[in-house]
């Protein structure tokens, strides 16, 4: 959409700072911080495009769009909206874009690594951004699930868009969501993000190419910047789901190369 998130140390580029100052939530997420919709809409139309539309691979902004445009067209918020659609139907009872004061107890605390030390940081306590409604559910991130949670829509990804007997999407809106949409070229200058043989489909990276034993061509799924992994394999009927309590880091790499190597290496037939 000619916009996204620029992954760059803060005040590289001056469309960071101008990002940043309207508060449209575009590093890592923090739900309290992002305007009401409509506001947030208002802040980012003042803003130039990075590109013209269709050129460039960019992450993050145009899912935060689409949410707006599901909430418009649907006459309900976005939030409303999934758990009507999505969330209900799949029994995800405990995924939402905050947490209620009676499951707090059960959520866990978020952690950073001290780039220099490599120590553990406080990020985010229980009480923290998600302990409340954000005025902005994003259609980016900032979801709170668990493991079960994951492993339901992974399940319905993997069966082509049912649930047991319930038809949650169509078969051909999943085969369009995890086929790769991206030129050779955009691919390559998104390397850095997605690796050089992953492509990206509708919300989800694609495995083009086999380079490793974890690296099974079809598979779709996606990292979470809060330390998350989650992976649907239909070549090997697999489902496979990391979570961490540790922002993504130096450390990401190692961890997501032996969880997805031990995934692979554990298949017996």
């Known amino acids: 959409m000619g916009f996204g998130i620029v992954m760059a140390l803060p005040g590289t580029y001056p469309i960071q700072t101008a990002v940043d100052d309207l508060l449209l939530g575009q590093g890592m997420p923090q739900p309290s911080l ?8 208002r802040r980012f139309g003042t803003l130039p495009l990075m590109h013209q539309p269709g050129e460039k691979w960019m992450y993050h902004t145009g899912s935060d769009v689409l949410g707006l445009l599901i909430a418009r067209a649907s006459g309900q918020p976005f939030d409303a909206f999934l758990q009507d659609r999505i969330f209900e139907p799949l029994g995800m009872n405990d995924t939402a874009f905050s947490v209620p004061a009676s499951k707090l107890d059960r959520l866990a605390t978020a952690y950073s690594t001290h780039l220099e030390t490599g120590t553990l940081e406080l990020y985010d306590a229980p009480d923290g951004h998600w302990s409340r409604p954000p005025a902005f559910p994003s259609g980016g991130g900032g979801l709170v699930s668990t493991i079960d949670d994951y492993l339901a829509f992974g399940r319905m990804m993997l069966n082509h868009g049912r649930h047991g007997s319930q038809r949650i999407l169509s078969r051909p809106s999943v085969e369009l969501m995890t086929t790769n949409h991206l030129t050779t070229e ?15 489909g509708f919300g989800v990276s694609v495995i083009t190419r086999r380079d490793d034993v974890a690296s099974s061509p079809g598979r779709f799924g996606w990292d979470g910047g809060y330390g998350t992994s989650w992976a649907s394999d239909p070549k090997e009927d697999l489902i496979a789901i990391l979570m961490t ?25």
């Open 34 to 41: 992002p305007p009401a919709p409509d506001e947030w809409v």
């Open 245 to 269: 309590q540790c922002l993504a880091g130096p450390h990401s790499p190692g961890i997501g190369l032996d969880f997805w190597t031990s995934v692979y290496q554990a298949i017996d037939d």
């Open 186 to 200: 955009q691919k390559a200058e998104a390397s850095w993000l997605l690796g050089d043989n992953r492509g990206w």
